[in-house]
């Protein structure tokens, strides 16, 4: 069983690692910082408390809501998906993901006390 | 009032039994004036109509209704020229103030003409209003002039169809008592009934027209003066009658002269027409008797307080409120100098309360003539074989009793410690008759003089009337505060139906407590002091993780950003395809400006003035970002069109 967990991760990593363009990479390891990012501060609630509630959400939550915007965006400049965004350009894909940035953060400056 | 009557036939004497079945049959009343006019009340009434009079119709009310209480005016000579010189002989009303006022004085003759006579005739007409018809006839008759009856009735009846208010109708009936007898009165008698049914039933006290007052008491006259003077009897039930004084008379102080003048006319009818007259039956002063005054004093009067000249009055009952038993029956009251004596201790009453029913009697034409009182009879109390001890409690040792006589003090004081109780017998017997009493107060109290404690308890009888108080000292020490000390004694008793109450200072009892609270001299309870001052507690802030824990947190939250630097250089991210096109250096530094607000925004501003400056950056960066991007995608959109240009001609 654990051979084949093994199996199938080293395949993954492999056509990670030759299929996939630069660009796609690169949001990649943006989104693994925005997730490392979120693990951590989620550890610290766990630690020590959650004494400011308002401040950890908001944290949480624009690590959550940056990792979601980015995922979109992946998405939308993937030139797999053409076919499926046929109307939105690569640009424009980046253009929502600002706009949609811009009012997260205001909600989460918002929130953090 | 019924079972009164049942007790009565309980007593197995036919003459008690006729009686009982024909107050039966008459309608036991259950009401009985609650007002009248006493003689105070009745001078008040008489200082109002004496006051001066400044025009003919003040002098009218006060002439007239000083006549009606058997008074006069003061000087009657003025009265009467002051009557002709205001006479205006071309008024009715003039004629009819100066006529009836001048009836009231000895030699008072108005002077009287043939236009005064032409004058009055005319205004008996259905055209003229009734209270006009009223005084014509009025002034007519009392200047001795002749009057058609008939015409009168006619002209009444007339105007009653077409003034269907109380007064008018009151008027109505008023002007018929002044026509000769023969006349067809009977239409204007019915009237008093149709009246009568339109009074106003207050609580089943008082009956009196909305009109007020005066209307109701105008009524009263007017019914009773046409009853007199058609020899009917007025349709009024005794109830009614009475409800009718209580609404007239309940006022005592009486806004105008016009009002006091109806009252005195209602006064006078009531207490002398041929058919109703309301008699009260009042004590003079308190209803008690005693064995220093055994005698009960009553007055019987009518409604302006004139004692009745043919009354008798009658004790049909006397029953005691405790026990109800009949201590007294079909016993008469003897008069002396106008006041109904009944000397009540004859009967060897037990003290307490009595319910009186007297009847008065002796006239037909009495109204509420069945009168309940309460009687209280007091007597003098004594203290009997009052006994004092101190009883151990496992009645080892044998009980020390001594006798104390009042109102002398015990000798010794009495020495109660934790394991001995003090204990009190007596007895409470009537100095006159020696039976064994109850009073409501029988309280023993002790009184510390050093500390000014005082403890009261209650003594209570036993089924014998033996009065018997124990102190168990252990079980009362809470109400001592355990004050171990000398205390005074006393002995109260009181009742309502006690002439002399009794506070006897009986002995000294010497009281041992345990578990002495000694630096508290004076016990007071401290109810009425500041109590301590409370301190607010402001709301604590919540317990923070130590500055290292946190400082160690934020680093290591922020060091995935240099491993995200870290992972882009290592996969060659580059900035090389920067363009310095304006546009694009504009959308960066709105974008970086965007970014900064919001750190400002946390730290200084609030939302609105946020999203102000963010709309103003906002727009510069939105139209910034847009040339840019399209440029770019230009950019891209051509590089891809000569890149597949080339592809396709390489496959060539």
């Known amino acids: 069983m654990s051979n084949s967990v093994i199996s199938v991760i080293s395949r993954f990593l492999e056509e990670y690692t030759t299929k996939t363009s630069n660009k796609l990479k690169v949001v990649d390891a943006y989104l693994f910082y925005i997730l490392l990012t979120g693990a951590l501060q989620f550890l610290y609630c766990l630690l020590v408390g959650t004494f400011p509630f308002n401040s950890f959400l908001a944290g949480f939550i624009s690590c959550v809501g940056a990792f979601i915007l980015g995922v979109c965006l992946r998405i939308q400049i993937n030139p797999d998906n053409k076919g499926d965004f046929l109307s939105i350009s690569q640009e424009r894909a980046f253009a929502d993901f600002l706009l949609a940035h811009t009012v997260l953060h205001l909600v989460v400056i918002n929130f953090i006390g | ?652």
């Open chain 2, 1 to 652: 009032m019924i079972y009164l009557y049942i007790i009565g036939v309980d007593m197995a004497q036919p003459r008690v039994f006729c009686l009982v079945l024909l107050t039966v049959a008459l309608g036991a009343q259950a009401l009985t004036p609650s007002h009248h006019l006493s003689l105070s009340d009745v001078e008040r009434l008489k200082g109002l109509l004496s006051q001066p009079f400044t025009d003919l119709a003040s002098a009218y009310y006060s002439i007239v209704g000083l006549s009606k209480l058997g008074a006069a005016v003061a000087d009657e000579n003025d009265a009467c020229q002051f009557l002709k010189a205001q006479l205006d002989p071309m008024s009715v009303d003039s004629l009819f103030f100066a006529a009836e006022a001048s009836q009231a004085i000895a030699d008072c003759e108005m002077p009287v003409s043939n236009e005064t006579r032409d004058i009055l005739l005319a205004a008996v007409s259905e055209d003229s209003t009734v209270t006009q018809i009223f005084r014509a006839v009025s002034a007519l008759s009392s200047l001795g002039l002749p009057l058609a009856s008939q015409e009168v009735v006619a002209a009444l009846v007339a105007r009653i169809a077409k003034e269907d208010n109380v007064l008018a109708i009151t008027t109505a009936l008023q002007t018929a008592t002044r026509l000769s007898q023969q006349a067809e009165l009977g239409g204007i008698l019915e009237e008093i009934e149709d009246l009568a049914a339109r009074l106003d039933d207050l609580g089943g006290v008082y009956l009196q027209f909305e009109e007020g007052l005066e209307a109701t008491a105008l009524f009263v006259t007017a019914a009773y003066t046409l009853s007199d003077h058609a020899d009917t009897e007025p349709p009024l039930k005794e109830d009614q009658v009475i409800q009718l004084v209580n609404s007239v008379f309940s006022k005592k102080s009486w806004d105008s002269r016009s009002e006091a003048f109806s009252v005195a006319c209602a006064a006078a009818a009531l207490s002398s027409n041929r058919f109703h007259v309301p008699v009260i039956v009042s004590t003079q002063g308190p209803a008690t008797v005693s064995h220093s005054q055994p005698i009960l004093h009553l007055l019987v009067t009518d409604i302006l307080s004139n004692p009745l000249a043919s009354a008798n009055l009658l004790v049909e009952s006397a029953q005691a409120v405790a026990s109800k038993s009949v201590v007294l029956s079909q016993a008469p009251f003897s008069l002396r100098d106008g006041i109904f004596e009944l000397n009540f201790m004859a009967s060897q009453p037990a003290s307490g309360y009595y319910q009186f029913t007297v009847a008065v009697t002796g006239d037909s034409r009495l109204v509420a003539n069945q009168v309940e009182l309460k009687v209280k009879v007091s007597t003098e109390v004594a203290v009997t074989n009052m006994d004092l001890s101190v009883v151990d409690k496992d009645q080892s040792i044998g009980t020390k009793t001594s006798r104390v006589d009042y109102p002398f003090k015990a000798k010794g004081s009495f020495t109660a410690d934790s394991h001995q109780n003090f204990a009190m017998n007596f007895q409470l017997v009537d100095a006159n008759t020696g039976v064994e009493l109850t009073p409501h107060q029988t309280f023993v109290r002790f009184h510390n003089q050093k500390t000014g404690q005082e403890v009261v308890f209650v003594a209570e009888p036993d089924s014998k009337n033996l009065y018997k108080f124990e102190l168990d000292t252990a079980e009362r020490k809470s109400e001592f505060d355990s004050m171990s000390g000398t205390y005074v004694l006393h002995l109260i008793v009181g009742d309502a139906t006690l002439e002399n109450p009794i506070l006897w200072n009986v002995a000294d009892v010497v009281l041992k407590f345990l578990d002495e609270e000694a630096p508290a001299a004076i016990q007071s309870k401290t109810l009425y002091m500041p109590k301590p001052d409370i301190q607010h507690l402001f709301r604590e802030p919540e317990k923070k993780p130590p500055t290292v824990v946190s400082n160690t947190f934020t680093a290591l939250v922020l060091s995935p950003f240099l491993l995200l630097l870290i992972l882009w250089f290592k996969l060659g991210a580059n900035i090389s395809n920067f363009s310095l096109s304006p546009s694009s250096v504009l959308f960066h530094v709105g974008h970086a400006c965007m970014l900064g607000l919001m750190y400002v925004y946390w730290t200084h501003l609030n939302m609105f003035q946020t999203l102000k400056y963010l709309a103003i950056i906002g727009s510069l960066t939105f139209l910034a970002g847009n040339r840019m991007l399209a440029q770019k995608a230009v950019k891209r959109i051509a590089a891809e069109q000569s890149s597949r240009l080339a592809k396709y001609r390489s496959l060539r």
